[in-house]
């Protein structure tokens, strides 16, 4: 059972900057596929970016350019580097993991939740 704590949210200006941690812990952290989703109010659950334990990673087209996944495997620590924030990336960020080797960016398909994080960009 792996068991994933968000943190790093918060209140930032346009053109601002965030750093998002995602902490596991239980399981083979570094065997796991991680991902970073986000959900706007009304909206759906939209992946970000996704990082696999051969560092593999995968970014959604709104975010490539801005944002950077990592993992520091010794940690158990994901991170979401997100540079050149836009209002639009106003959302509650969650973390999650799904014991595979390959980085998917359907959210169903993973097995594990953080609690999430809420990131808000204003204008």
């Known amino acids: 059972q792996v068991q994933l704590v968000e943190s790093g949210g918060g209140l930032v200006q346009a053109g601002g900057s965030l750093r998002l941690s995602c902490a596991a812990s239980?399981?083979?952290?570094?065997?796991?596929?991680v991902g970073w989703f986000r959900q706007a109010p009304g909206k759906e659950r939209d992946f970000v970016a996704g990082i696999s334990g051969s560092e593999n990673v995968l970014y959604a087209d709104a975010v490539k350019g801005r944002f950077t996944i990592s993992r520091d495997n010794a940690e158990t620590t994901v991170y979401l580097q997100m540079d050149s924030l836009k209002v639009e990336d106003t959302a509650v960020y969650y973390c999650?993991?799904?014991?595979?080797?390959?980085?998917?960016?359907?959210?169903?398909?993973?097995?594990?939740w953080g609690q999430g994080t809420k990131v808000t960009v204003s204008s």
């Open positions: 239980g399981g083979a952290f570094s065997w796991y596929v």
């Open positions: 999650a993991a799904r014991s595979r080797s390959l980085v998917d960016n359907h959210w169903r398909r993973y097995d594990y």
